[in-house]
């Protein structure tokens, strides 16, 4: 009886000490993911100072980039930022006005059953891999494209630019259409009443009131589209054009850090440390849209 | 007298309102014409606007056209069990596939620990405070992370420091890394949804909190936390840039057969093989028949994550 008693208290210290270190071990997997944060900016930084001890930086803005040539390399990123924002632009250029009509309309025009059948086809658009846009693009789009404007290249900025506005439209049309149903049904039955048709309670009513929601949706995509890579890497090439013209190749950031890693840099040259100086360029924009985007929902956000 | 000139006021009034006065102010011809054109407008862009649906799922279709049409004659058993090979007709991706099994034998178990258990963290146990707003705020900032800077963090941290090169193993880590913010935020919502009753209940019935979590909460969670954990695997199985950036060779023709090996997996070879189209046309077809492999494999993990969502929930 005796013994007994002991085994169930010393079983009891057990689950003791166990339900003690439990909360630590639960801290120490929680924190990897903050660890995971700290270790992409270190190292980004740290790879990027070596990259800035050997290059001036005012040299990194200028428009030339021949970042393998033997003497004499350069190591311009505007042709990289250029890229970038022009793709990402003409994204932005298909998935607004698209993303955002269709929002409308699922939220203001269409039938409950219809949306509940209609959002989550698009939203499929989101979930396919990105790899398989890029062979669409190549494949596809750009062939018909050349149709249509025969002095298009086989790479170019126009084609990976449509396609991904494309696959950016699930994410503005889902978050703007959270954002306007989010806006409670007395407001839109007011503005019915005092005899607006749809279209003018749309326009005049919601987009005003859910527009907190819908411009971060729009900050969100952008983010998305300036992160892409395997659309621009293989549609739009990988010629380090300074250049506003969409028919030529041009190379994104992002494209620039898988060519040059799946290419021939050695480890400890000027070369591969750029990578992670223009990766660290490539973080900070799209860090500074999500924090823009956290910072308009906080803000203007309404409350009903 | 005031309130006599008041009323006559108000008299004066009514009398413009109703009946022959409403003319003079209200000009009921324009009204009508300009209710018709508001109401026109209306009823043309509601069709516009539908026709942008239209268009999404138009060019979600013509996608799928495409890739099918291209892939058509090329998919067959000898490509799904042959290995790889540099001749378009002798090719087969039975190595490419076992890469990406491999591959998800890394992702899974390692996403599933460090979500469920930040989850668990983050629901069950920490205190609303500083420490918990740090974690919450950096999950969601790293998922808005490019995935190719998660590839530079592979190369760095696991290919270089731990020495794992362009290993399975140095692969799984990073996009485990990649899409821990899924598979943490998924696991939070649905340990949230366990009614405290529950939690109530067993505590009363003298269970300590980890026997409460571990017997009690997490199962009542498992199919959302499932869920959640099949969409991050299906992201992570689509994932090509982190990879490429790892620096997984060009052409890999032997067999990967543990997580030290050298490997491709289904989307890098889609990448290589569209890049290469520019050599052998055939290659484009290989890639299709490639893609058409992916999205068969997506479709049956998401329908089965939607299956499990809807079948096993419990609502209280």
């Known amino acids: 009886m005796i013994n007994l008693a002991k085994g169930m208290k010393k079983k009891n210290e057990n689950l003791k000490l166990f339900e003690k270190i439990i909360p630590t071990i639960l801290l120490i997997i929680a924190s990897i993911s903050v660890l995971t944060s700290i270790g992409i900016v270190l190292t980004l930084i740290v790879d990027a100072v070596h990259f800035f001890k050997e290059i001036p930086f005012r040299e990194i803005f200028s428009t030339e980039l021949a970042p393998l040539k033997a003497e004499n390399a350069s190591f311009g ?74 002095s298009l290249e086989a790479k170019n900025a126009l084609s990976p630019g449509i396609v991904m506005g494309i696959m950016i439209i699930p994410i ?126 906080k803000k203007y956000r309404k409350e009903y | 007298m005031n309130n006599n000139s008041y009323i006559l006021d108000q008299q004066f009034k009514n009398q413009q309102c109703s009946g022959k006065g409403m003319k003079a102010y209200i000009d009921m011809e324009v009204a009508h014409k300009r209710m018709k054109r508001r109401i026109l407008l209306d009823k043309v862009m509601r069709r516009l606007f539908s026709f942008t649906i239209v268009f999404a799922l138009l060019v979600l279709g013509l996608l799928l056209y495409q890739v099918v049409s291209q892939s058509l004659g090329w998919l067959d058993i000898q490509f799904l069990t042959s290995r790889l090979s540099i001749s378009a007709e002798k090719a087969g991706i039975k190595g490419v596939i076992i890469g990406s099994i491999l591959l998800m034998v890394v992702v899974a178990p390692v996403t599933l620990f460090l979500g469920v258990g930040t989850a668990v963290y983050m629901e069950e146990y920490s205190k609303k405070g500083a420490l918990q707003s740090l974690i919450n705020m950096n999950i969601s900032n790293l998922s808005g992370v490019p995935s190719v800077i998660f590839g530079l963090l592979g190369l760095t941290v696991f290919g270089r420091l731990f020495q794992l090169g362009s ?150």
């Open chain 2, 167 to 316: 290993s399975v193993l140095a692969g799984g880590l990073t996009l485990s890394l990649l899409v821990l913010p899924i598979i943490v935020v998924s696991s939070q919502e649905a340990l949230r949804s366990v009614p405290n009753f529950l939690r109530e209940a067993s505590y009363a019935l003298g269970a300590t909190k980890w026997t409460t979590v571990w017997k009690i909460v997490l199962p009542t969670a498992l199919p959302g936390i499932m869920t959640g954990a099949i969409l991050s695997l299906s992201r992570a199985i689509g994932e090509t840039a982190p990879l490429v950036v790892l620096g997984i060779p060009t052409l890999i023709l032997r067999t990967p057969s543990n997580i030290m090996d050298d490997f491709t997996s289904l989307p890098i070879q889609i990448y290589y093989w569209t890049l290469d189209t520019v050599l052998t046309k055939e290659y484009a077809n290989l890639a299709a028949a490639t893609i058409v492999v992916l999205l068969v494999l997506l479709f049956i993990m998401n329908s089965v994550a939607i299956v499990i969502r809807n079948k096993f929930q419990t609502r209280y």
């Open chain 1, 172 to 297: 503005v049309t889902s978050l703007s259409e959270d954002a306007m149903n989010a806006v409670p049904s007395s407001i839109r039955e007011g503005a019915l009443a005092l005899g607006a048709t749809k279209l003018e309670v749309a326009f005049k009513v919601i987009v005003p009131a859910a527009i907190s929601g819908i411009i971060t949706s729009f900050v969100l995509a952008i983010s998305r589209a300036i992160g892409e890579t395997m659309i621009v890497t293989i549609a739009s090439g990988s010629a380090k054009n300074f250049t506003l013209d969409v028919t030529k190749p041009m190379q994104t950031m992002t494209a620039y850090i898988v060519e040059f890693t799946s290419g021939d840099a050695g480890s400890g040259t000027t070369g591969y440390y750029s990578l992670y100086a223009v990766g660290l360029i490539l973080f900070i924009f799209t860090l500074l849209m999500n924090l823009l985007a956290k910072y308009i929902t």
């Open chain 1, 77 to 150: 990123f505007l042709p990289l930022i250029a890229g970038t924002f022009i793709t990402s632009a003409i994204a932005m250029f298909v998935a607004i006005p698209i993303g955002l009509t269709a929002a409308i309309y699922l939220s203001e025009f269409s039938t409950v059953t219809r949306r509940k059948i209609i959002k989550p086809i698009i939203e499929v658009l989101a979930g396919i891999p990105t790899i398989v846009y890029g062979f669409f693009a190549y494949s596809f789009v750009t062939p018909l494209l050349m149709k249509l404007i025969p």
